[in-house]
């Protein structure tokens, strides 16, 4: 770990370095990253945010979800409320269902272990960035879209099969606090969101600056593999360079990616999961392994275009 952290900061300091030296060219990298930002997630995410944590705040989750209950516990070990999250998170996107099992935590509706295991399928992106963004304006391909999505969503599921048996160890299990907090009004709900989404922002925008740093060592690289690369450290800049690529190489890598989500979509989770105090390699190989399972899917599906 102390290895770990210096080299870290090495590279950071010649971050530093770069951008003091060529600061034009990475102010493009940061602005194209809050133009990411503002076009293609704060329009559809902050939305759900906001109506989210009311839906919680009013206390009716567990009707809106009861149906459900048994299915979702004998499939994934967790209560009802995780069939809400999961269906939230598919909608809205990143971090949203990251941000809905911590909140669900905070006031006491789930315990630690049920956290965990709901981490594992309910950190998903959303058919406007998947269909829309994805497969009709990269891809140019509707049916890309739609293979995207529903990869996208069976390998979620199929995930949570295999951290079912997760569990919080040497950790609190109940998600009550010794002072219950008091019921949130409309501006303190409206505030969290803002303060939520602006943190994804400029987690997004410093990406794009590091992308646009270890581009001369990506481009060592055969061309294929520069989008998978550039997508694990940021999801959209990759999905923007694999759609330069033939279709079926380009839907693969780009499932892999939606679903793994990169560096920074697994930071931003990890930023709204922080006080549940998950281990950042636990998370990491959750979504791993949901990309994984995504390609494979597509990899099939997509033999039909």
């Not at 902050?46 to 979702?72: A, D, Q, Y």
């Not at 304006?137 to 529903?150: D, E, R, T």
Request: glycine share 6%.
């Amino acid at each position: 770990m102390k290895n770990f952290k210096l080299y870290l900061t090495i590279f950071l300091f010649l971050l530093l370095c770069l951008i003091a030296c060529s600061p034009q060219k990475y102010i493009e990298a940061g602005l194209n990253g809050l133009s990411a930002w503002a076009f293609n997630v704060l329009p559809c995410v902050l939305p759900f945010m906001i109506i989210s944590r009311l839906i919680i705040e009013l206390g009716e989750v567990e009707k809106l979800t009861k149906p459900f209950s048994k299915p979702f516990k004998f499939l994934y070990g967790t209560n009802s409320s995780a069939c809400y999250v999961f269906l939230m998170s598919i909608l809205a996107g990143y971090p949203v269902g990251s941000k809905m099992t911590a909140e669900l935590y905070e006031s006491g509706k789930i315990n630690l272990t049920e956290a965990y295991r709901m981490s594992s399928f309910c950190s998903n992106s959303g058919p406007m960035f998947i269909i829309g963004t994805v497969g009709c304006l990269l891809l140019k391909s509707p049916a890309a879209g739609a293979i995207l999505f529903a990869s996208h969503v069976l390998s979620a599921l199929i995930n949570g099969l295999f951290y079912r048996k997760t569990t919080a160890k040497n950790q609190p299990e109940s998600g009550t606090f010794a002072t219950k907090p008091q019921p949130a009004t409309f501006s303190d709900v409206v505030l969290v969101a803002v303060q939520g989404i602006l943190n994804v922002g400029a987690i997004i925008c410093l990406f794009f600056i590091i992308i646009e740093a270890l581009s001369p060592l990506f481009s060592l690289f055969p061309s294929p593999l520069v989008p998978l690369f550039e997508g694990m450290v940021e999801l959209t800049r990759g999905c923007i360079d694999a759609s330069t690529l033939p279709l079926y190489p380009a839907i693969i890598i780009c499932s892999f990616l939606i679903s793994f989500g990169g560096i920074s979509t697994i930071l931003q989770s990890k930023a709204m999961l922080k006080k549940l105090r998950m281990p950042s390699w636990l998370f990491s190989v959750q979504k791993l392994t949901q990309g994984i399972i995504s390609a494979a899917i597509t990899a099939l599906l997509a033999l039909a275009i």
